[in-house]
């Protein structure tokens, strides 16, 4: 079935780090790919996507380019900050079906 | 945006005793509605999917009985955790699909601890 690994955390940064989550798949045809972050308190909220290869999702900074190649998709930003601090997960669209990785936690100090 | 609400946030009940969790979309309509459960640094894994005016589908492995689902509006869908013991502690989730391909809206989650 179909599956993601996310890069395992927490992760810890200091403030204008440079931020890479790790993200591969496995899937049956032709998913669409996604970052989610929930932030304390509230639900996930979609951060980028991208449907077919190559196609490279951006939004607030972060950055991740969908690698057929690899089957990974992940998640960048040049320069964090103490707000970008959640959970971030990586998750896959196929046949209707939303399959998530287990989420890694991000803490940006200042 | 759309808003996703779940009620309530955190419960706390004794084993053997039915608790109700609450998923409504605030500001558009949904027929279908997911729910999530999240396990301590574990994915979301899906449960079931909620269906405005039919029976809920449900992933394989999740016992519909214990799990009931009912989705009795455009707007609210109750999961009912029957009989709940403290291997059903959690972290439930729901969301509900936006108009738009990909889109989904998500709950903040209902903390579940089951003594």
């Known amino acids: 079935g179909d599956s993601v690994t996310q890069m395992e955390g927490p992760v810890t940064l200091s403030e204008e780090a440079f931020l890479t989550i790790n993200c591969t798949y496995t899937?049956?045809?032709?998913?669409?790919l996604f970052w989610y972050v929930q932030y304390p308190g509230e639900g996930l909220q979609l951060l980028l996507k991208?449907?077919?290869?190559?196609d490279k999702g951006s939004n607030k900074g972060f950055e991740a380019t969908y690698r057929k190649e690899t089957t990974s998709f992940h998640l960048e930003k040049g320069s964090v900050q103490v707000s970008d601090s959640a959970v971030y997960f990586c998750a896959l669209r196929s046949y209707g079906k939303l399959t998530f990785g287990q989420g890694t936690i991000l803490t940006v100090h200042p | 945006g759309a808003v996703v609400s779940q009620h309530p946030s955190r419960v706390i009940c004794k084993s053997g005793t039915s608790v109700k969790i609450e998923c409504r979309s605030l500001d558009f309509q949904a027929t279908t509605m997911f729910w999530y459960r999240q396990f301590p640094k574990q994915s979301l894994m899906l449960m079931a999917t909620s269906n405005e005016g039919s029976k809920a589908t449900y992933e394989q492995g999740v016992e519909k009985d214990k799990f009931l689902i009912n989705h009795a509006s455009l707007t609210l869908s109750t999961l009912t955790v029957t009989s709940a013991h403290p291997e059903d502690s959690s972290f439930y989730i729901c969301s509900a699909p936006g108009r738009f391909t990909d889109t989904q809206y998500f709950g903040p989650g209902t903390r579940l601890t089951v003594l």
């Open positions: 899937a049956t045809g032709y998913p669409s």
């Open positions: 991208a449907t077919k290869a190559d």
